[in-house]
T-cell receptor
Framework: NAGVTQTPKFQVLKTGQSMTLQCAQD?????MYWYRQDPGMGLRLIYY???????DKGEVPNGYNVSRLNKREFSLRLESAAPSQTSVYFC????????????FGEGSRLTVL | GQQLNQSPQSMFIQEGEDVSMNCTSS?????WLWYKQDPGEGPVLLIA?????ELTSNGRLTAQFGTTRKDSFLNISASIPSDVGIYFC???????????FGEGTQLTVNP
């Protein structure tokens, strides 16, 4: 699927381990987003990047770091995973020039034991 | 911060029935969007609304941007089994600002 590619799709970690979720988009848009999805809570914004070289905190940034490596790639890092970070993580980028019309990746399902 | 209340949380309907769901916000939005998420997939954009009072259709789906600019509605007519999934509303206060998502409506369609 062209659009937004996330890796890995599944990951199991132990508490305290670190890992990085990778995201790449081929739609040539400036902005990219990381969301987490938890049952009954919708999608909550973790971090976003309005353009290459810039990143900003979203609604739930604690415990995460991000890197906007270039225009295509935006990674999310968990330095010391906690069970509360068990979730499904989605990367997104605008489908069109309107930044609200997001195209989402397929998700990365993370379990922290 | 912004809050979106989406209702109902879940719906169980028979194939062929019509469905309605809605979202209300605590502040005025200038953009409303509706997404659908199939099991194991990311959300997919269904309809985008940019003007108060706007009514937009996409096949059997119709969405409206409420005239108060604090609510939006999604209707699905003549439901079919593939309509199963989670429907999310999302909105933003200004053009280009970050989206706020509702909690989702889980739709189950019985054949």
């Amino acid at each position: 699927n062209a659009g937004v590619t996330q890796t890995p799709k599944f990951q199991v970690l132990k508490t305290g381990q670190s890992m990085t979720l990778q995201c790449a988009q081929d739609m040539n848009h400036n902005s990219m987003y990381w969301y987490r999805q938890d049952p009954g809570m919708g999608l909550r914004l973790i971090y976003y990047s309005a353009s290459e070289g810039t990143t900003d905190k979203g609604e739930v940034p604690n415990g995460y770091n991000v890197s906007r490596l270039n225009k295509r790639e935006f990674s999310l890092r968990l330095e010391s995973a906690a069970p509360s970070q068990t979730s499904v993580y989605f990367c997104a980028s605008p489908l069109t020039g309107n930044t609200g019309e997001l195209f989402f990746g397929e998700g990365s399902r993370l379990t922290v034991l | 911060g912004q809050q979106l209340n989406q209702s109902p949380q879940s719906m169980f309907i028979q194939e062929g029935e019509d469905v309605s769901m809605n979202c209300t916000s605590s502040s005025i939005f200038n953009t409303w969007l509706w997404y659908k998420q199939d099991p194991g997939e990311g959300p997919v954009l269904l309809i985008a609304l940019y003007k108060a009072g706007e009514l937009t259709s996409n096949g059997r789906l119709t969405a409206q941007f409420g005239t108060t600019r604090k609510d939006s509605f999604l209707n699905i007519s003549a439901s079919i089994p593939s309509d199963v999934g989670i429907y999310f509303c999302a909105g933003s206060e200004t053009s280009g600002s970050r989206l706020t998502f509702g909690e989702g409506t889980q739709l189950t369609v019985n054949p």
